[in-house]
């Protein structure tokens, strides 16, 4: 699992063997354009362009099949149902409940499947339960059965133009400073599980951009270095290169 956490990404190589696919280029001329992508992985070779997909891609190949019947259930769940589930961690039954699209042997089997492959990708414990919570509130709701609801638990993450905005930072030309932000953050002591960075390709070219993102952690700490610095104007990175800012409340 790549990408970030309002915008993840699988590896579809990676989906395809947990899912017993052979032949994952098949599997990605299924997708539409939106639901697959190539971004740029660490592997035991080096540096590799490999395809990968979207949430909505991954429910895609999760749930693909032959059968015509199949599409109007699977076009349901994997743009409506889980990506709401997702965000929210339950999805609404609008007006009056209607019979289930599936059986409950079913639905219990496609929340299982979907479980499997959620731990196999990396998705947080935290994020599966919430899910699964509100998988099983839509398979039981037809029967008149609820399910308390989970709190979802999903970390947000900032880019340095973003937190530039949010703490008050910015250029003489009145913009969000995220040069300044990216100096202060190379000369603190960040983990890389406060670091979320996707090698994304640019539209119309074939070269790979990092798109580099923070948890709310790493905005605390720029906040307490500029603190503790007397909230300096030039900010002097690592380098000595100077950074002239003017500071703004966050509004």
Same mark, same amino acid.
């Given at each position: 699992?790549? %990408?970030?956490?309002?915008?993840?990404? @699988?590896?579809?190589?990676?989906? $395809?063997?947990?899912? =017993?696919?052979?032949? &994952?280029?098949?599997?990605?001329? #299924?997708?539409?354009?939106?639901?697959?992508?190539? $971004?740029?992985?660490?592997?035991? %070779?080096?540096?590799?362009?490999?395809? $990968?997909?979207?949430?909505? %891609?991954?429910?895609?190949?999760?749930?693909?099949?032959?059968? &015509?019947?199949?599409?109007? !259930? #699977?076009? @349901?769940?994997?743009?409506?149902?889980?990506?709401?589930? #997702?965000?929210?961690?339950?999805?609404?039954?609008?007006?009056? *409940?209607?019979?289930?699209?599936?059986?409950?042997?079913?639905?219990?089997?496609? /929340?299982?499947?979907?479980?499997?492959?959620?731990?196999?990708?990396?998705?947080?414990?935290?994020? +599966?339960?919430?899910?699964?919570?509100?998988?099983?509130?839509?398979?039981?709701?037809?029967?008149?059965? $609820?399910?308390?609801?989970?709190?979802?638990?999903?970390?947000?993450?900032?880019?340095?133009?973003?937190?530039?905005?949010?703490?008050?930072? !910015?250029?003489?030309?009145?913009?969000?400073?995220?040069?300044?932000?990216?100096?202060? +953050?190379?000369?603190?002591? /960040?983990?890389?599980?406060?670091? !979320?960075?996707?090698?994304?390709?640019?539209?119309?070219? %074939?070269?790979?951009? *990092? =798109?580099? #993102?923070?948890?709310?952690?790493?905005?605390?700490?720029?906040?307490? @270095?500029?603190?503790?610095?007397? @909230? &300096?104007? &030039?900010?002097?990175?690592?380098?000595?290169?100077?950074?002239?800012?003017?500071?703004? +409340?966050?509004?």
């Amino acid at each position: 699992m790549t %990408g970030t956490k309002e915008k993840p990404l @699988w590896v579809l190589k990676d989906v $395809c063997e947990i899912l =017993d696919i052979a032949n &994952p280029r098949n599997a990605a001329a #299924r997708l539409e354009d939106d639901e697959k992508g190539v $971004c740029q992985m660490d592997t035991l %070779g080096g540096k590799q362009n490999m395809t $990968c997909v979207t949430e909505s %891609g991954l429910y895609a190949v999760i749930l693909r099949s032959d059968k &015509p019947e199949a599409k109007p !259930f #699977r076009k @349901w769940v994997t743009s409506e149902v889980l990506p709401s589930i #997702r965000k929210t961690g339950s999805y609404g039954v609008k007006d009056k *409940p209607k019979k289930s699209a599936l059986p409950l042997a079913s639905s219990n089997h496609m /929340i299982e499947m979907l479980t499997r492959s959620w731990k196999a990708a990396g998705v947080d414990p935290k994020n +599966i339960a919430s899910m699964q919570t509100g998988l099983a509130r839509d398979a039981l709701a037809p029967y008149g059965l $609820c399910v308390p609801e989970l709190p979802i638990a999903v970390e947000r993450t900032y880019d340095a133009t973003e937190m530039a905005r949010n703490i008050g930072v !910015f250029s003489k030309t009145k913009l969000p400073h995220a040069q300044a932000i990216t100096a202060i +953050i190379k000369m603190l002591d /960040i983990p890389a599980s406060e670091t !979320f960075i996707t090698q994304t390709t640019a539209h119309g070219h %074939g070269k790979a951009v *990092p =798109d580099v #993102r923070y948890s709310e952690k790493v905005s605390g700490k720029v906040l307490q @270095w500029l603190e503790e610095h007397n @909230w &300096p104007s &030039p900010i002097v990175g690592e380098t000595g290169k100077k950074y002239y800012v003017a500071y703004q +409340i966050a509004a």
